[in-house]
């Protein structure tokens, strides 16, 4: 058998290459939306009870004249 001698050496290199792609793809986004619901003589017991607001849903009182929206 014959001598061994080196011939030669591998390198391994990694790179990055960047492309650009056109793809379509999902996108979620919450909206809300304030509805508004008067208060009369007939249902103040009914907007004023109910279960408690949770993380989903948000009550609030609305108010007439003086503000920036009344």
Same mark, same amino acid.
């Given at each position: 058998?014959?001598?061994? @001698?080196?011939?030669?050496?591998?390198?391994? *290199?990694?790179? +990055?290459?960047?492309?650009? #792609?056109? =793809?379509?793809?999902?996108? @979620?986004?919450?909206?809300?939306?304030?509805? *508004?619901?008067? +208060?009369?003589?007939?249902? #103040?017991? =009914?907007?004023?009870?109910?279960?408690?607001?949770?993380?989903?849903?948000?009550?609030?009182?609305?108010?007439?004249?003086?503000?920036?929206?009344?």
């Amino acid at each position: 058998m014959g001598e061994r @001698r080196e011939a030669g050496c591998a390198r391994l *290199r990694k790179y +990055v290459v960047t492309e650009e #792609v056109q =793809q379509t793809v999902p996108v @979620r986004h919450e909206e809300v939306r304030v509805e *508004r619901e008067p +208060v009369t003589d007939a249902n #103040v017991d =009914q907007a004023t009870s109910g279960p408690e607001i949770s993380e989903a849903e948000h009550a609030g009182g609305a108010h007439r004249g003086g503000g920036r929206y009344g």
